[in-house]
């Protein structure tokens, strides 16, 4: 079992910026992948960013170039830096890991975008 907690989130004005966090339970180098997802309201969930147990990562084309995904092993967690914020990126944010036989979701976190 893996737990996940998120934090971070809050209310920022349009092209603003925000940095939420990922705490895991234990060590993440045992784990495959990391990501972020988000789930706006009447959407299906989407993929935000993914980190593998290397340094190699992945991004939405629709937040290239302003989001950042990162890893720091040594306190278990995983961040995004979210960067020239859209109200469109207003949405609950979900931490996820991949393990080979299993996957586990944080609670998440809402992110609001003013205009």
């Known amino acids: 079992q893996v737990q996940l907690v998120e934090s971070g989130g809050g209310l920022v004005q349009a092209g603003g910026s925000l940095r939420l966090s990922c705490v895991a339970s234990?060590?993440?180098?045992?784990?495959?992948?990391m990501a972020w997802h988000r789930q706006a309201p009447g959407k299906q969930r989407e993929l935000v960013a993914q980190?593998?147990?290397?340094?190699?990562?992945n991004y939405a084309d629709s937040v290239k170039g302003r989001f950042t995904i990162s890893r720091d092993n040594a306190k278990n967690t995983v961040y995004l830096q979210m960067n020239s914020l859209k109200p469109e990126d207003t949405a609950v944010y979900y931490c996820?890991?991949?393990?080979?036989?299993?996957?586990?979701w944080g609670q998440g976190t809402q992110v609001t975008v003013s205009s």
């Open positions: 234990r060590s993440i180098t045992s784990i495959l992948v």
């Open positions: 980190i593998t147990r290397g340094t190699s990562t």
């Open positions: 996820n890991a991949n393990l080979l036989a299993a996957t586990y």
